[in-house]
């Protein structure tokens, strides 16, 4: 089992910036392919951005590129999201997952999910 506990969420404005974190306890983080995903009310979850178990590889959906970094700290059990140049479109609830098998874009490759941030944007 792993736990993952998302923070960093909040209410700011169009053009800003959140980082978004987080935590993994339970088995080795290390071992865990990571990714973000959001859900804005009355859509399906989406892709966000995802990042190999090591860091070397990352992907992200095209509607945040250029615009969101995702990092890993594996001596920390930490991802994070960084979000830059905020849209009212980016508002939704964000969750990290965790995936033992594949760096991927699908909801299905990912084992583990946390409860979500809230990140709110208003124009």
């Known amino acids: 089992q792993v736990q993952l506990v998302e923070s960093g969420g909040g209410l700011v404005q169009a053009g800003g910036s959140l980082r978004l974190s987080c935590a993994a306890s339970?088995?080795?983080?290390?071992?865990?392919?990571m990714g973000w995903f959001r859900q804005a009310p009355g859509k399906e979850r989406e892709f966000v951005a995802a990042?190999?178990?090591?860091?070397?590889?990352?992907s992200y959906a095209d509607s945040v590129k250029g615009r969101f970094t995702i990092s890993r700290d594996n001596a920390k059990n930490t991802v994070y999201l960084q979000i830059d140049s905020l849209k009212p479109e980016d508002t939704a609830v964000y969750y990290c997952?965790?995936?033992?098998?594949?760096?991927?874009?699908?909801?299905?490759?990912?084992?583990?999910w946390g409860q979500g941030t809230q990140v709110t944007v208003s124009s």
């Open positions: 990042i190999m178990w090591s860091g070397g590889r990352t």
């Open positions: 997952a965790a995936a033992s098998r594949l760096l991927s874009f699908s909801t299905r490759e990912y084992n583990y």
């Open positions: 339970g088995r080795t983080f290390s071992a865990y392919h």
